[in-house]
């Protein structure tokens, strides 16, 4: 495509850590449509990544159209750098696309003995609490929280009821969703897989108003504002949507997708071993909370990513078909042999 | 008690603002519930309140075991002092009590052209996700974002399903709950508004694991670790409990209740007045969206609170009886008449 060397293995390392933690619907399955954006002039394959304005802990980074997994590490490393300084850093991006699974990126602050935070507007899919309208993208937020001995809580999650990708299982597998995932056309409350196709949309985390709905819609729309409205990016209906056949919204307001990132110093609030301490000792008194009958154990945020990952690192990444035809089809236009 | 008359105004403003804005649960009716804990010693009526760590974007406050409601605006200040100077300022805070609403500490941002957030822990009502254990708060997130010629954008929500205000309204009129508010000592879920005192324990936001209460769970410990892992509060189920007659919990981890305060200055993102003119035309777009049958239009979060306030301010804030007896008493107590 003409990426550098070094942006092409980032942003290979960045799927396949999506598909190695579990989550294929964000993994190597989505080459081939950042390939066909790139054939319709929606991905520059050699962006300018550039900061257009900034203060001792705050940036906005213009991603120049780039490839999100590549943009999204460059703002990271910034919030990281900000919080070197001045005890926490935030980025705000405008002009990317999409930047893959959260978690890898909030997850670079780890190490650092920092909080890392992610989260990314996307096209609209889920409507407000009271309308039909499709407002908001599932917008996902992820918290990531260094401990001592402890694995780190890593907590990622899309703002709706179910993440995208649990609905496209259901639908290959001809399943209908459970209640307060999915709406009709008219607003009305389905367990049709297919609703979205037909006119209806996702429902926010919550599902409807007596269960909190009002929460998950207000909890997207702040991922959509921290975003795109701080950094100039599109918001709401407006956000350029994944399959490059469909139509750029028209009068975008801002430019192209847009992110957020934290980084905070966890030594900017206390001792960074005070700190490690509590929070193995949170984890441990959590995870031995007494758990419901049928159920073994009370799982802490990120503990089903980490065992799916020690799995396939050992067993490997089982990959569907029809994504192994894709990718071979990937690969013939490039004159790469799979 | 003994407070300055300075903090006793603050105090008062904090609660009269909960009961403008509708928040019955937090307004003066919780006085009586203050003045008893102020007599067993859990609340100091002169708290030396300090700063304990800092960075230029981060501080620590100890809140010497003040009133959350003199503690949380010293705080918030704070964090709006180190927005000033570095783009975003954030304190955590130990050693505090009840703060009332957070969306009155999150708004004090506002008018200084500033995103406000403001959370906090509580004592445990809430089980994970699995859990039969009350282990979390109904630990509130409230974002507070400036538009220009709009309203602000103010979400102030608790991570469960339904708020525990809203739990006594029904346990009030001798009314169910819908499902997947609450679960009984077993962990099933149940519709018996008096569950709580069964066993029982409140539903994290999602009410089950397949709507996503794995969401409203990492939610609330979220909260719970900025507010008091960041700080040296208690956490989990060490967090002080608010009836002054329910004994504190053995061997706590930290000192009193944590909050968490951010401030982020919105020009350190951008020219302010682009980030207003496109936080206008967010809400614009997001009022307009087309409501589902039965409903007139589509809310914007803080709505409903600010209609309240409209509201109350020209016919007054109507007080339960027995709010009124128990201030009252508070009132005999003090040599005040009401």
């Not at 300018?48 to 980074?61: D, K, L, M, Q």
């Not at 709706?160 to 409350?189: F, M, Y």
């Not at 100039?232 to 750029?248: H, I, S």
């Not at 758990?291 to 089982?318: C, K, N, W, Y």
């Amino acid at each position: 495509m003409g990426c550098s060397s070094a942006d092409a293995k980032l942003a290979a390392e960045t799927l396949l850590s999506a598909d190695l933690r579990g989550i294929d619907s964000h993994g190597v399955a989505r080459l081939s449509g950042y390939i066909r954006l790139w054939e319709v002039g929606r991905i520059k394959a050699d962006p300018r990544i550039s900061i257009i304005h900034e203060s001792p802990s705050t940036a906005v980074v213009d991603g120049d159209g780039g490839l999100g997994l590549v943009v999204a590490p460059f703002a990271m490393q910034l919030a990281i750098q900000k919080a070197e300084s001045a005890g926490t850093g935030w980025v705000s991006v405008q002009n990317s696309n999409h930047f893959g699974i959260a978690a890898v990126h909030a997850m670079r602050a780890l190490d650092k003995d920092m909080v890392g935070i992610a989260m990314t507007n996307a096209s609209a899919l889920v409507a407000p609490t009271f309308s039909t309208e499709r407002m908001l993208g599932t917008n996902p937020i992820c918290v990531a929280i260094p401990a001592g001995e402890e694995p780190a809580f890593v907590a990622d999650m899309a703002t709706t009821t179910a993440a995208n990708g649990k609905l496209e299982i259901l639908q290959r597998k001809g399943e209908d969703t459970p209640e307060g995932w999915i709406q009709d056309s008219e607003g009305r409350s389905v367990t049709d897989a297919h609703a979205l196709k037909k006119g209806g949309a996702l429902l926010p985390l919550g599902g409807d108003r007596e269960h909190g709905s009002h929460k998950g819609y207000a909890l997207g729309a702040i991922v959509d504002i921290f975003s795109a409205v701080f950094s100039g990016a599109n918001y709401g209906p407006w956000v350029p949507p994944f399959p490059a056949y469909v139509a750029l919204p028209l009068d975008p307001p801002g430019k192209g997708i847009g992110h957020f990132f934290g980084a905070m110093r966890i030594d900017a609030f206390r001792k960074a071993e005070d700190f490690k301490y509590n929070m193995d000792n949170w984890i441990r008194r959590f995870r031995s909370a007494k758990p419901v009958e049928g159920q073994s154990r009370v799982l802490i945020p990120g503990d089903p990513e980490r065992e799916a990952a020690a799995f396939r690192q050992e067993h490997g990444i089982p990959i569907h078909p029809s994504v192994w035809s894709d990718l071979d089809e990937v690969g013939q236009k490039f004159g790469i042999k799979l």
